[in-house]
């Protein structure tokens, strides 16, 4: 955990809970000696971020209510603009529109970024804006996978303001269904040689 999302996600309340619970002194050394500037995204972080093929995304609406919302792609659909910027397509959907609408109420976004694979999970708090196609229609290339049959209405970029790498307690270990199938082809094949050579 970056010192700088500690400042962000530790405020007074949550402070309170954890010198109750006895975790409050080691949690505070970290926020007290970190820079208040935002954190970078360094080579561990961009490769984990665009080898992400979903992750969930959450707003905050004029309501107060918190939204979350998945947003997924092929992978790499996700890209590392620089070490401060995230590029996420906003792809075509069920045109409700919730979070869109809720970044012209508050730019804050916190992303949630799971692999189950090798049980790791990432966490960003951002400021996010979108970009229309007509006011930057080379980002909007650059974020269209050619392959992927989706149509990018806009794009949202999002500025990082702090990360986390959260520990891989209770992650369930899955596997996507395209690796199994693969892997279950090949084990057929390999039992089938075997068994022709005990047939000859």
Known sequence: MTGHYAQIAFTPTV???QSRQG????YGRMAEGAPRSADLL????AAFIESRDSIMIAT??????PYVQHRGGPPGFLRVLDQHTIGLPDFRGNKQYVTRGNLDHDERVALFLLD???QARM???GRARAVEPDEDPGLIARLTTEDYPARVERALVITVEAYDWNCRQHIPRMYPADLVESTVS???HRIAELESLVDD
């Open 116 to 118: 189950h694979v090798h």
């Open 42 to 45: 360094g080579e561990d972080e």
């Open 186 to 188: 090949e084990l057929k």
């Open 60 to 65: 905050v609406g004029e309501t107060g209510w």
């Open 23 to 26: 975790s409050a002194a080691a």
């Open 15 to 17: 402070r309170a809970h």
């Open 123 to 125: 966490k960003i708090f």
